[in-house]
């Protein structure tokens, strides 16, 4: 064994290609997009243990904005398969926690360069396919974020373990951080791929073993995400995927006395109910399980009449609509003055009747498809609720088609009642609400902004006067656990801007940072002294 303190790599931002049009970036990945696009149906097993599992009932993995095409097939697994990839789990976790950390460094290390090296064109082109997004924002997250992830990850676990008390004459005090003692439940959404990377390998970074349940609509990328595990070197066992429904992971996990910890992001209501089957468990459990999670958002853009009329209809056409809305980030609800609405109204306009809509393999179109049909019909339900209402009016877009792909033109709605319905519940859609106030009255409607929604996720002020954004930080401290000044309030970046709300919005435990690290290990205190007393009598005694 080495005898050192090992230093990682300091974590850099993985650079992002712009993509530009005939660039050799762009040309590597729209023909890897084409060959993954031309070749045969895959077949998705689940990953437990050492075994590629296959099962009798195969479900399709279709493209959203050409849903009759099939991309391949994952296979539906069953209680019993749950079962095994946590025994699986359990029979690695004692050879993985014993592990010297720089060894699972060193694992995760080689995975991000993975990523956004020789796996670059296949994790993008799969997230294009199977999850709609145009090649800038499939760049950002499927290539960069998850080469982010674990490399910041890699340099927050380091800092983590340097992390040691004081020591006073003839003691020797040390703070170990162990894994937790269970294994992890990871459930990850469709909407970023590198999300799905992260929440099973944070944990498993620190020497955690975890059972992994993507989202349905994520599996074709998230296979690509395994291969990437299993080219790097994490052992078999430490992370398992299994793909069944939501039942079928419940009924077993949250009744397993080794379950330790949830690592989660979704909706809000799924989340809540999770939290309350783990209460009801509780006293199964060796430990109290950790509850990670980041769930929804209704996410404003709040505009002072000082602002700059071409800003504020920037960050909405980027804000609301980039990947259609489909992040918990995206803005759904702005404030704007009445003496800017005007000019504001004239320009978001002009920018959102430009977008172009359709496949993201035509590198011109800014807007391509919502993930699924359960998607769109929620959304367009939305859509006609304010197509109906007299309170609120469709300034732009307002149309839906989903005879080839789940296409839903960008929509802008403005109400005249800042409790109207789409300014209130989450659409995760390509839609936000407008609401005009009174140039007077910008202190008011930030009460009334803050007292709308159960979340608090994102938002951002937008202004040229000091005293205005001063006066939004403080009232609207507890309204976004990440707060944009004069900007869109999504993008956060891992390293800058540790991501994560509260209220309905989750436990706000920052992913992207070492406090989301934290959370999934255990201290123990260990003292040693070295000349121990031989007398129990003190000196005040005489």
Known sequence: MANAHFKVPKAVNEPVNSYEPNSDAVKSLLGKYKEMNDQEPIEVPMYIGSKEVTTENKKPLTSPHDHQKVLGHYNYGEKKHVEEAIAAAMNAKEKWANLPWEERASIFLKAADLISGPYRDKINAATMLGQSKNVYQTEIDAACETADFFRFNVQYMSELYEEQPESSPGVWNRLEWRPLEGFVLAITPFNFTAIAANLPSAPAMLGNVVVWKPAESQIYSANVIMEVFKEAGVPAGVINMV??????????????????????????????????????????????????????????????????????????????FEFQGQKCSAASRAYIPNNLWEDVKTQVLEQVNSFKIGSPEDTTNFVTAVINEKAFDSIAEYIDYAKESKDAEIIAGGNYDKSEGYFIDPTIIVTTDPKFKTMVEEIFGPVITIYVYDEDKFEDTMTLLDETSEYALTGSIISQDRYAINLALEKLRDSAGNFYINDKPTGAVVGQQPFGGARGSGTNDKAGAKLNLLRWVSARTIKETFVPPTDYRYPFMG
């Not at 069944?244 to 009744?255: A, H, M, R, Y």
């Not at 006293?283 to 009329?309: C, L, Q, W």
């Open 243 to 320: 793909t069944t429904g939501g039942s079928n992971i419940g009924d077993v996990v949250f009744k397993h006395k080794d379950f330790t910890g949830l690592h989660f992001t979704g909706s809000t209501g799924v989340f809540r109910s999770l939290w309350k089957t783990i209460a009801n468990n509780i006293e199964n459990y060796k430990s109290y399980p950790r509850i990670v999670g980041e769930t929804g958002g209704k996410d404003f853009i709040m505009v002072h009449p000082s602002a700059k009329a071409l800003e504020v209809a920037t960050a909405i056409a980027r804000g609301a």
